[in-house]
Structures are given as C-alpha cells and as structure tokens.
C-alpha cells in the first residue's frame, strides 16, 4: 500500500484509495552488522522457529496477509530474527527442494506469498532494528520494521526522515523494493534515492545460501545488487534483511546531517464533494482542474512540491468524491482546492489538522480499515493530465447503474517534484518523467462475488486505456508495488508488455543481475524478473 503502499484501501465503506540509506568493508558478514546494535546487555533476536502446520502460531502466521483473497497453506514458516536466521531458512529449503519465499509487513495484493506452489515462507517481521551504524555512517533499518517504527526511531533520536509511505503498519522490506514513495517524495524523492546499502541473502550456482552487503559506491563489485534493490520489486533476487540510507553527498559523521529533516508540523486534509450534486460535466470540470493543477506544479524545486494529495473518485453510491492529503502550509491547500474547485458548482467540505509531524505521520492516512476485504488492484503513471476521453470513461464506470457496488475506484496522487531529478536508469525505479500515480481498487467481502467485481475493475481500466491496447503507454507504464498479473495476460494486455510497463529499459539490466545473483531462479512468482533466454 501510499507505495505507501497499500492503504486506506477501502473508505467510507468500501469506497477505495490506497495511499505505505570511509567506504565499508563490502564483504562484511551479518555477524559484524550486527555487532553495530547488539551488546552483551540486548536479549537475544527471536528464532529460529520452523512453525509448521500443527503448531498453534501457523494460523497467524500463514494468513496474515493483507489482500483478503488469498491466504497461502506452505508446509511451514519460519521465524527468524537474524540475517544468519535467513540464510539457515533458505538453505534449508533449497536442499529440500521446496519453493520459498518472504514476508515482512504483509501488505502485498497478489498471490505471491500465498502461491499454493510456496512450500516455505520466511518471515522477517521480527527484525525490526532501526539504528545508527557508525562504520557505514549511514542508518540501519532491517527488513521486518513497520514504516512507523522507522520514522519514531529516526526521527526522536536524530530529527531525520527518510520520504517513503503514508501507511505507518507497511513492512520497510517490500515496500522499499518498489522504489517507496509517500508525502514527503514530491519534496525529497524516493526512499531508494537515500538508500546507500543493502544487505540480502542470496543463493548461488552451487546452491549454497549465503549473505551480501551490496552498496552504491562505485567501487564495490558488488552495485549491481544494490541497483537491482531500489525499485527491481521483490522477491527476484534474493531475501532482503537489512537496508542502511543515507542521502548522497551527505558529509561528515553527525548522523542528523545524513538524512533529510521533515518539517516540524504537517497538516492532514479531508476534503469531499457531494457526488449528488455534480453533473457530468462538473465531474469533468473538476478532474480536469486537478489534472492542470498537477501540470503546473510538479516541476522539482517548485514550492508546491510541499504539497501532496490523493483525488479520490469514488463510485457515486459512496456519495461523494473525496480528496486527502498532507502539506506543510496551509496556504498551499487554499491555492490547490481554489485551482481545482474553479468553475465547479459544488462546494466541498473541508477538514484539516494541524499537527507535529511525528504524530501526522504516526497517524497514518485518513480511514484506513485494515485488512478486511477481498482486493483487487491496478495501478498507472501519467505524463500529462488524462483526455476528455478518459474522463468520460471515468464518469461512466463510476456511476454505471448495472453495477451497484460501491467499493470500486480510482485515486490520482501527486508525484513528481524532486522525484524526477535523477535520469531513469539512476535507480532500477524508472518513472523519473511523471506527475501522476494511479491507483485503481475494488474491495469486497464474499468470495462469490470475485468474478463481478474483479471485471468491474478490468472493464474500467481496459476502457481508459482503449487506445493503447487496454493498458497504460509505455511512456507512462505502472507501479511493480501494486502488482496486477493481469498485465502478463495476453488476453487481457494486447499493448506494451508488463516488463517494459514496470522497469521500462531497465528490464534487461534486471534480467543479466537476476542471472548473476540467483542463477538457479530459487526466489521467483508471477511478476518477477525473468532470467535471460
């Protein structure tokens, strides 16, 4: 969920919007990382625990996944608390044959944790260490803390951020994989531009598990793994267990000089249009004033940078269109709902919160219902606003009365800003051009109904994008961290293909550090990234 990722799914009912790093030693072990947090004073990590299918916690373990639909049966799961834990787990699997995989914060909306083939799953939520690692002058954070976590560590012990997502419970390990985006990326880009190391446990030729730290400097034989970790998505080459950020160029060994500092208050938004009163015409008058609005103010270094909001249409049986967001000034807001309320005869309600950031931070995006619901998602980016076409179809899948649920709908967030500084193969992330992420959602609760709702949500996006094959153009592509295997579905994608719509050029790059660091494809699903041919 924002890639914060996958939350607030569901509003308002079932109403939907998703908004959740002196050179090193490259070879050091998890056992000298680790000695920078543990001393003889700490307990000891959690685990190893192989929980198998009898045992009490298995249920716990095994179905605590966010999307609804899916809930995975593996023989086992292990618990671990170490990256040495890890690396255990994954030979264990490897020299039984079983297919393994990993979890952290379990907010992932496809099978891929919960694929019946996954025998073994790996769950990290345990690691939760956010710490300051003086030999790499850089902060650690491992792989199963929860993104409030992080921000409550960091930013009580050095007033330090780092700009990922808006969804306090989403786990640091998947999300940062996707590139981690929030509301503080269109003023401090992505989490993946702090990142400076990574540390992951891979499995070579000879099937051995083993772990590697992989940083950016340019010396280190081992960047391409690093490059492949800030937005190659996971579970392709190997099980993260450890990140450490620090922002590029920053000097000297005062750890509150090393990351970005947020702004001391931040103000939570609520806004809502009655869907009653506005026509379609309305409707198009106001999404179109947002989509300039966004034109005119994503350019990095702009002052509206500082601001961030999530469109929210709605079906029309939720009764309203709804916006959220956080900014640093108030003012800004008034600029951004006067520019998008221009000409539209209806007047939105408005709340707003003032508070110290921590605490709008902790608190997470306005009505976040949890993991209740069955899901499914799609997502986009956009260049430039969507055409009068694609409002159109948007007014009419939002309002069609042949279908009456009211769980569907599409989130447009503000995106680029400071984002769109670095060149598109800086990062394995390579959406350095947009201005817009969309968010597409349906939710509900009975199984029976998957098909009616899953096509509900298929029809939609096939239609706005009809001319481009029913998928995005592969200028604009889409977001790996919401995953849609509909789009490696030759019946349902007839226009640019789902590698180039997720890693754009970077693909064949993914694809050679892919055959490098896991030769045998252990860690692979649906939407991974291929071994050559």
């Given amino acids: 969920m924002t890639e914060h990722t996958r939350r607030n799914v569901l509003r308002g009912g079932l109403a939907a919007t998703a908004a959740g790093m002196a050179v090193p030693a490259f070879a ?12 003889p004073s700490c307990p000891p990590p959690p685990g190893p625990a192989k929980v198998g299918r009898r045992d009490p916690r298995f249920l716990s373990l095994a179905s605590r996944g966010y999307n609804r639909r899916f809930v995975g049966k593996p023989e086992h799961v292990w ?30 909306f496809e ?53 990922a997502g808006w969804c306090p419970s989403v786990g640091a390990g998947g999300h940062v ?7 503080l990326s269109r003023s401090m880009g992505l989490a993946v531009d702090h990142l400076h190391a990574v540390e992951v446990v891979v499995v070579d030729r000879t099937g051995k598990a083993r772990s590697v730290v992989a940083t950016r400097e340019p010396s280190d034989p081992n960047r391409d793994l690093w490059w492949a970790h800030t937005g190659g998505g996971g579970g392709t080459f190997g099980i993260v267990t450890r990140y450490w950020f620090r922002t590029p160029g920053a000097r000297g060994d005062d750890p509150a000089r090393l990351l970005p500092a947020p702004p001391p208050t931040m103000v939570t938004f609520t806004i809502a249009w009655d869907w009653n009163k506005l026509t379609e015409t309305s409707f198009a008058r106001l999404v179109r004033n947002h989509n300039i609005w966004v034109e005119r103010n994503s350019a ?28 640093a000034s108030e003012r800004l807001l008034d600029e951004h709902l006067a520019a998008i309320n221009q000409g539209v005869p209806v007047t939105p309600t408005r709340q707003v919160k003032t508070q110290a950031w921590l605490a709008a931070a902790l608190a997470g995006s306005p009505g976040d219902p949890g ?53 598109s193969d800086a990062t394995s992330a390579p959406h350095r051009d947009t201005i817009m992420k969309l968010f597409f959602v349906n939710g509900w609760e009975n199984p029976a109904d998957d098909a009616r ?59 050679q550090i892919k055959a490098k660091w896991d030769p045998r494809d252990i860690f692979h699903h649906a939407l991974s990234v291929r071994p050559p041919k």
């Fill in 28 to 39: 050091t072990g998890p056992a000298e990382a680790a000695a920078t947090r543990l001393t």
């Fill in 79 to 108: 618990v671990v608390g170490t990256t040495e834990h890890v690396v255990r787990a994954v030979q264990d699997a490897v020299d039984s044959g079983k297919r393994v995989t990993v979890r952290s914060g379990s907010h992932g």
């Fill in 111 to 163: 099978d891929f944790v919960a694929d019946p083939a996954v025998r073994v799953v790996i769950d990290t939520s345990a690691m939760t260490a956010v710490y300051y690692d003086p030999s790499r002058r850089a902060f650690a954070v491992e792989a199963g803390a929860l993104l409030g976590d992080v921000y409550r560590r960091l930013y009580l012990g050095w007033g330090v951020t780092i700009p």
């Fill in 177 to 183: 994989l996707g590139g981690g985006f929030g509301p």
């Fill in 300 to 327: 990095p270094g702009s002052p509206s940078t500082k601001l961030y909001s999530e469109l929210q249409l709605n079906r029309r049986e939720i009764g309203s269109i709804g916006m959220i967001g956080q900014v």
């Fill in 371 to 423: 993991p209740a619901y069955r899901l499914k998602v799609k997502s986009a980016y956009l260049r430039r606003r969507l055409t009068d076409r694609q409002i159109g179809v948007l007014h009419h899948h939002l309002t069609r009365t042949d279908y009456d649920h009211p769980g569907g709908s599409l989130s447009l967030y503000t995106f680029g800003g400071q984002v769109n500084t670095l060149p």
């Fill in 453 to 511: 709702h899953i096509t509900w949500l298929r029809e939609l996006y096939r239609d706005l994008y009809a001319d481009t094959g029913g998928v995005p153009s592969p200028e604009d592509g889409a977001f790996i961290n919401y995953p849609d295997t509909d789009l490696a579905d030759p019946a349902l994608n007839t226009g640019a293909p789902w590698q180039t719509l997720y890693f754009r050029d970077n693909y064949v790059r993914l694809q």
